[in-house]
């Protein structure tokens, strides 16, 4: 670990300039002609040789972004600080090769010849060409070694990532995927560059990548006229490859916390290059913006961070019985009654919020067009996303794009995805729990047709003082914080999330136009804190939907407590509602159509059937099976994709047609008359679709 106030960049630096004094102390010894030593010569040679190789992967490994401090010319330094330790590595190289026991040949070399090979360690230009040409037999090696050496000033090729327009007079126009020749490069990061058609001008090396396709032809042709080049070439592949894994194995069996953390794949969205790289250095997004962190776990590892994963039951240790999911005492004592409930279950942590608004909120540049506002909240400890990831859909007025709002007021019921109204329930007993919240926009490229998600910034609320007590209902004002919830200090457009050395007045100025996130805690009613009690331990979801979420954990109680033959029993259970309402806690709009089809069949019982919870289960099934599977199994349904409006509005309106054919044949049936409409197609029903699986969804 670097020391403090020291960056990894000049940790780098004092690195290569410690190898390059061992190396000259190494050249030293080595010339002073003394043979017993040169088998300890050789062993320094290596370690050093081990040492370059890997402070140069950790160089390569290296963004902007590890940085404590930020960095003037950060491409250029670390470009520089990579020619220096490669030049350390290739005479490390040449070195090695002289003081191996085999020798660079057969023959014992002469003592005229080997006071040649000591003088061609130091900075003879005529040694070095000699021991280039000893060197010739080794090939390839030695030319993609002496290509990464190469000065500025020769030419080398370079493929174009994007489209780039030439603005000014100088600027070469390139297409993507175009194949250019690089004449110079400067420090400024605008590069000469040469096309195939013979035009030269000016490209940003932010456009471009090291290598082409007509190069590996050009590679492969010259493996096939030197065979034995491609042998020593295969070799050292291979060698390489065993290396690599060695050193994978090595950091695996490495004990750290990272293991349990997400830090693996933060740190990938970072590293990768995609879209957001092409328009950080087009100037289209504000500094601070990052790849969405939360976007890419839901991505990369799927149903571990979605609702529907934590909505199934989950088992205890001895896989026997369950450890979220029990039955009441005072109503599940006969295992016959229809009228049993789920034992309330409190946790550790179990609030209630809302999210208000966001206030000056940085927006893309041209060339991107924003197809989603939201935030992506789930329970964080500074390490690891302790439950599902949520997200609420933000509005705005084109007057005014940097506030953001929540829970519009909308004619009819709120659709829960922009509802701002929301609960968290977290078993986990860690004193640094609390609530994570990425502000982030997805958006598509007007030129490419890209899309891809940014994080705006984040805010962490820890739910607990220093004393350990939960916080209060009142409003919090969060500030917003740039970059990741792993840097820390980061600029956004200008603004300093750390304290500025500027007078009081400019500070209060300034802190008017900070990024902020106002969040409204309160107290829920009774009523949704007994329904609350009924949930899984760990969930984060919409306060609105929870009814629908408790009814589904009694009919899952009922189907695995009680009508069960025994405990031991795994057997299929035919439940087209527990088979398919995990499925549409991942679909927003379908659960508000459950949510209005129950409303509506709520709204037509009389009180004595409200008060029998056998009667209330039996109209609930009704109401989600004429909606649902109605839906569900509709061809004309286009699957479900984040921020398509097209999808969306094809969606919204196939749902209230159906609810329409739904409220108009309302009837003892429930409704389900609608399925054997001969007017309305439907898919094939599937098994998986009908019966309940406790082997493949429990936890």
Request: a negative charge; aromatic letters at 6%; hydrophobic letters at 35%.
């Amino acid at each position: 670990m670097p020391p403090k106030g020291r960056g990894p960049l000049q940790q780098v630096h004092r690195e290569v300039d410690d190898m390059r004094g061992q190396l000259e102390s190494l050249l030293k010894d080595v010339q002073g002609d003394d043979t017993e030593s040169k088998e300890e010569s050789f062993r320094r040679c290596q370690e050093l040789q081990l040492s370059a190789e890997k402070t140069l992967k950790n160089l390569t490994q290296l963004t902007k972004a590890d940085e404590i401090a930020p960095v003037g010319n950060y491409d250029q330094r670390k470009l520089e600080e990579e020619r220096r330790l490669r030049s350390v590595l290739e005479q490390l190289n040449k070195l090695s090769a002289e003081l191996s026991p085999p020798g660079p040949s057969t023959d014992p070399p002469t003592g005229d010849a080997r006071k040649e090979g000591e003088g061609g360690t130091g900075d003879s230009d005529e040694a070095d060409t000699d021991e280039d040409a000893a060197q010739k037999d080794d090939g390839r090696k030695d030319e993609s070694r002496a290509a990464n050496a190469t000065p500025q000033s020769e030419p080398c090729v370079y493929t174009a990532l994007s489209d780039f327009q030439g603005d000014q007079e100088g600027d070469l126009t390139v297409k993507r995927g175009d194949t250019l020749k690089i004449i110079r490069k400067t420090s400024d990061g605008w590069w000469l560059a040469e096309n195939a058609d013979g035009d030269r001008g000016v490209v940003p090396r932010t456009y471009l990548k090291i290598g082409s396709a007509l190069a590996a032809d050009k590679d492969e042709e010259e493996d096939e006229e030197s065979p034995d080049e491609a042998e020593e070439e295969e070799e050292g592949s291979e060698e390489l490859a065993e290396e690599e894994e060695e050193e994978e194995d090595e950091e695996e069996e490495k004990p750290s916390d990272a293991a349990q953390s997400n830090w693996s794949t933060f740190r990938k969205a970072l590293t990768e290059i995609d879209a957001t790289d092409v328009l950080a250095a087009m100037g289209a997004i504000p500094s601070g913006f990052r790849p969405s962190t939360l976007s890419k776990l839901l991505v990369d590892e799927g149903a571990k961070y979605k609702g529907s994963h934590f909505m199934q039951p989950e088992l205890s240790q001895s896989q026997l019985s369950f450890s979220d999911l029990f039955l009441d005492p005072d109503t599940g004592r006969h295992r016959t009654s229809r009228d049993s409930q789920v034992r309330p279950r409190h946790t550790r942590t179990c609030v209630c919020f809302t999210l208000w608004s966001c206030k000056s909120i940085p927006t893309p540049g041209v060339g991107v067009q924003v197809l989603s506002r939201h935030i992506r909240l789930c329970a964080f400890d500074g390490t690891r996303v302790l439950s599902n990831i949520h997200t609420v859909r933000a509005t705005y007025t084109p007057k005014n794009p940097r506030t953001w709002l929540f829970s519009p007021r909308t004619a009819g019921v709120l659709p829960s995805l922009l509802d701002g109204d929301c609960f968290l329930r977290c078993d986990a007993d860690d004193p640094d729990l609390g609530i994570l919240f990425e502000l982030g926009v997805t958006f598509i490229r007007n030129s490419t047709g890209e899309r891809g998600d940014l994080s705006c910034g984040w805010a962490f609320l820890k739910l607990s003082d220093a004393a350990g007590n939960a916080l209060p209902s009142r409003t919090y004002e969060l500030p917003v914080s740039g970059g990741t919830p792993y840097e820390k200090d980061v600029d956004m457009e200008g603004f300093l999330t750390r304290a500025s050395s500027a007078g009081i007045f400019q500070q209060m100025l300034k802190a008017r136009r900070q990024p902020k996130l106002i969040v409204k805690f309160k107290t829920a009613n009774a009523r949704i804190k007994m329904q609350l009690s009924f949930l899984p331990s760990t969930l984060l979801h919409c306060l609105n939907l929870v009814p629908l979420l408790a009814m589904y954990r009694q009919l899952l109680a009922d189907a695995l407590l009680v009508d069960r033959p025994t405990m031991q029993n795994a057997d299929l259970i035919f439940s087209p509602v527990l088979a398919t309402f995990p499925t549409l806690v991942d679909q927003p709009d379908l659960l508000d159509a459950v949510r209005t089809a129950w409303m509506d069949a709520e709204s037509n019982m009389s009180r004595a059937q409200k008060r029998d919870e056998a009667q209330v289960k039996q109209e609930f099934a009704k109401a989600f099976r004429s909606s649902a599977s109605l839906l569900l199994h509709s061809p004309s349904l286009p699957w479900h994709r984040w921020a398509d409006a097209a999808s969306e509005e094809q969606r919204s309106r196939l749902i209230g047609s159906a609810l329409e054919a739904l409220k108009r044949a309302r009837g003892p049936s429930g409704g389900l008359e609608v399925l054997a409409d001969p007017a309305r197609a439907h898919l094939a029903f599937d098994v998986a679709e009908m019966t309940f699986d406790l082997l493949r969804v429990a936890r």
